[in-house]
């Protein structure tokens, strides 16, 4: 059986304990509002620092500030910012994720059209294909050139020494005849005779030791002679054509000069 004693110290033990409760929360709330303060201060920080940086067209660091702006205060306008900051700054792939998460985010905003066209603008970037870079093929290399041929002149004169050398060496032989013929005249000079004839015995010797001079000149003259048209005909010449090429480069241009001297 209940008393009123018991009921009246059963109703202040509730009261007390309501009355801890409302203190406990009158205590957290300036906590919380001083939390959710500073972070708003941190916002307004972060975004005046982008403002500066977005108006000196350092849109990469104002992008930045208007990410960190929006990590301590999520507020749509945030979003729309940072897109902007990123359009300038030419990463249309970040604009495009923060102008799409600003039209959910706030999808009655009065400059929704205008996103609308910075985000088809976007995607026209972004899909753009990027020219390939085009490598220039390296210059030919100038071709050494073959050996030149030899001249006309040098060819003709190649002939005309082989023909002295024919003469010089036919020459040679005559004379080399003649003086074996005047040699076997001496040696039957006095056949069947009683007085050896030393007159004509005289001319013969001249005449033999004469023969035998002009045979050497005739083969010495041909053997100079050969010798000569072959070099002409058939060793290179010692002075070939210079071969000039121009070469270019990235920066300029350089010429390339060939030849053998």
Known sequence: MRTCGSDSSRKRRHAVKGLVAILVLAC??????QVSSKKRADATAAYQDGQRRYLAEDYAGAAAQFEAAYNFDPDPA???NIAQAHRLAGNCDKALLWYRKFLVDAPKAPNVETVKKYITDEEAK??????PTVTAPPPPQPEQPAPAPPSHLRRNLGFAALGVSGVGVITGVVFTAKMFDY???REHLCDGCTEFPKAKERELNRLGNRAEKLQWVGYGVGAAALGAGLYLLLAKPEKQESSIAVAWTHDGGFVSVSGRY
Do not use: I, R, T, W
Request: aromatic residues 12%; contains cysteine; proline residues 11%.
């Open 78 to 80: 945030y979003e729309f």
């Open 126 to 131: 972004c899909a753009k294909p990027v020219a």
């Open 183 to 185: 040699a076997d005249q």
């Open 28 to 33: 957290a709330a300036p906590a919380l509002a």
